[in-house]
């Protein structure tokens, strides 16, 4: 089993930044495709961004590309995600979730694909 705990989230106006961190326990996740999905209110879970296991492949949904950057340190069985230019419509509970899968592909698009996930983190992004 895979514990994901999310941290980083928080208040910020528009044009701000944050970085989310999702810190895993409970096994090595060096082996572990790697996403972040949130959800706004009344609205569907959507894909954020994903990193394959060895941190050398990237997907990002479109909205985001050239403002969002994921990382990883599996050394320290941590994933970021660092949220530069930040607009309102970036408002929602982000979620980390982990796949035993090494190879990205896109299918890790879908939270379907995902095998554990975090509890969340909230981030509200002030116009």
Not at 88 to 102: L, Q, S
Request: hydrophobic letters at 30%; one cysteine or more.
């Amino acid at each position: 089993q895979v514990q994901l705990v999310e941290s980083g989230g928080g208040l910020v106006q528009a044009g701000g930044s944050l970085r989310l961190t999702c810190e895993a326990s409970g096994r090595n996740i060096s082996r572990y495709t790697m996403g972040w999905f949130r959800q706004a209110p009344g609205k569907d879970r959507e894909f954020v961004a994903a990193i394959r296991s060895s941190g050398g492949n990237t997907f990002y949904e479109n909205s985001v590309k050239g403002r969002f950057t994921i990382s990883r340190d599996n050394a320290k069985n941590l994933v970021y995600l660092q949220m530069n230019n930040q607009q309102p419509e970036d408002t929602a509970i982000y979620y980390c979730a982990a796949t035993t899968a090494a190879t990205l592909s896109r299918i890790h698009l879908f939270s379907s694909s995902y095998d554990y996930w975090g509890q969340g983190t909230q981030v509200t992004v002030s116009s």
